[in-house]
């Protein structure tokens, strides 16, 4: 895949339920945090008939590209930033913006960032191990595996693999199995560590949990999730909405917490909502998402 092949694979997830959420008024202003290949705003866009100002931030300059391409037709009213999202107050500092209607939040992988060549996500093809979702940044997921003790590895994949009774002997399996530098090694590494029915009678391939793991790692992704999380209400307008899609557990607690022990913001949503059947047998990555929608109702 190189980025001019690419074309459009990334499924948005949930896109009517989250204009539904996140669009208050059709020209107000919304910060797409996760802008990725641009599904969402581009829905936005189309949805507010053009009307409303989006910024739309993403740490990977390669998938900004890609939104850039798709939205060349809303570029009047729509700001494409390579910016973390923990950073966004100062996004919209430098933009001369106060205060917005609205955050979405699409968090996970993009298509694009599983297919392309050499990011290092997928345990389905053989590439260097990186998992790195901004491509310049220091830390790749190899340089975890290597020099990580074995305390850390076991924590890290116990904690954000949630791979309860495993992940002591993977832990053991990589360092023993070091140098680690490629994808399939890895893979091989954590199938040594489990028993064979393990391997074979799990729902989901042997490997997700420890791949999620280190690339939650690598990217920092849960204090990122919760230092964006804590910025929003200083950049909220009265009755402006959070809406966030998390794809795992770890994530959905943190969202779930930090909504229900804030007052300054009412839950639109109690439960989470789901995608339809529909949904998920037309995009199979969708099944794990689960939406969460708050209102911000003020500080006084
Ligand atoms: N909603 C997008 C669409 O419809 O095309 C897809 C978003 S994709 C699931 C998630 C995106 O979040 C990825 O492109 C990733 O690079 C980006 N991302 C992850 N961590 C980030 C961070 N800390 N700051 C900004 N973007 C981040």
Do not use: W
């Not at 530098?181 to 489990?194: D, G, P, Q, S």
């Not at 794809?247 to 779930?256: N, Q």
């Not at 199979?284 to 708050?294: E, Q």
């Amino acid at each position: 895949y190189n980025i001019r092949e690419y074309q459009d694979s990334h499924i948005s997830v949930l896109v009517d339920e989250c204009i539904h959420y996140l669009v208050t008024k059709k020209d107000g202003i919304y910060v797409d945090c996760t802008a990725g290949e641009g599904g969402h705003i581009k829905a936005i866009c189309e949805f507010c008939e053009d009307q409303a100002q989006i910024v739309g931030v993403d740490i990977d300059h390669e998938v900004l590209q890609i939104s850039e391409q798709k939205l060349k037709d809303h570029l009047k009213n729509v700001k494409l930033i390579k910016a973390p999202y923990q950073n966004i107050d100062i996004v919209l500092a430098g933009l001369g913006i106060e205060r917005v209607d609205g955050f979405l939040m699409d968090l996970g992988v993009s298509t694009f960032q599983l297919k392309a060549e050499d990011r290092g996500f997928s345990f389905s093809k053989d590439e260097p191990l990186d998992m790195r979702m901004d491509p310049e940044s220091e830390v790749t997921a190899a340089d975890i595996v290597n020099n990580y003790p074995e305390e850390k590895l076991r924590q890290i994949i116990f904690e954000y693999g949630e791979e309860k009774r495993f992940a002591h002997k993977i832990a053991k399996s990589i360092v023993r199995n070091r140098p680690i530098n490629t994808t399939f090694e890895l893979v091989n590494a954590i199938r040594k560590a489990l028993p064979s029915s393990e391997v074979y009678k799990r729902k989901i391939h042997f490997a997700t949990k420890t791949f999620q793991a280190i690339r939650i790692e690598v990217n920092n992704e849960l204090k990122n999730l919760e230092e964006a999380l804590s910025k929003f209400e200083k950049l909220l307008n009265k009755n402006g909405r959070v809406v966030i899609i998390t794809f795992h557990s770890l994530e959905d607690r943190i969202v779930k917490n930090f909504f229900k022990n804030n007052d300054h913001y009412k839950l639109i949503t109690t439960k989470p909502l789901l995608p339809s059947e529909q949904e998920q047998n037309k995009n199979p990555r969708s099944r794990s998402a689960k939406l969460r929608v708050a209102e911000f109702i003020g500080t006084d």
